[in-house]
Nanobody
Framework: QVQLVESGGGLVQAGGSLRLSCAAS????????MGWFRQAPGKEREFVAA????????DYADSVKGRFTISRDNAKNTVYLQMNSLKPEDTAVYYC????????????????WGQGTQVTVSS
């Protein structure tokens, strides 16, 4: 089992920045690809970003490319999501997720999930 705990959410004005963190425990973190997903009120959960286990590959949703950056520190068992130039449409609960080894973008391909952290962007 892998346990994931997100932090760093909050209220920010449009154009501002936030950095989300996801702390992992339970298994060898460096063996897991990690992803960030989000779910806005009344909408489906959607892919935001993902990073491979060795940090060699990243992927982003088109809606966040150039604004968000995913990174990880395997020594600290933590994955980050740096969010810049935030927009009101980025308002959502953000979830951290993990899967063994290979990077993916589909929700059903991730086995481990955190509880989520709320991000609210005011206009």
């Amino acid at each position: 089992q892998v346990q994931l705990v997100e932090s760093g959410g909050g209220l920010v004005q449009a154009g501002g920045s936030l950095r989300l963190s996801c702390a992992a425990s339970g298994r060898t973190f460096s063996n897991y690809a990690m992803g960030w997903f989000r779910q806005a009120p009344g909408k489906e959960r959607e892919f935001v970003a993902a990073i491979s286990s060795d940090r060699g590959y990243t992927d982003y949703a088109d809606s966040v490319k150039g604004r968000f950056t995913i990174s990880r520190d395997n020594a600290k068992n933590t994955v980050y999501l740096q969010m810049n130039s935030l927009k009101p449409e980025d308002t959502a609960v953000y979830y951290c997720a993990g899967r063994y080894l290979t990077i993916r973008t589909q929700i059903y391909e991730y086995q481990y999930w955190g509880q989520g952290t709320q991000v609210t962007v005011s206009s």
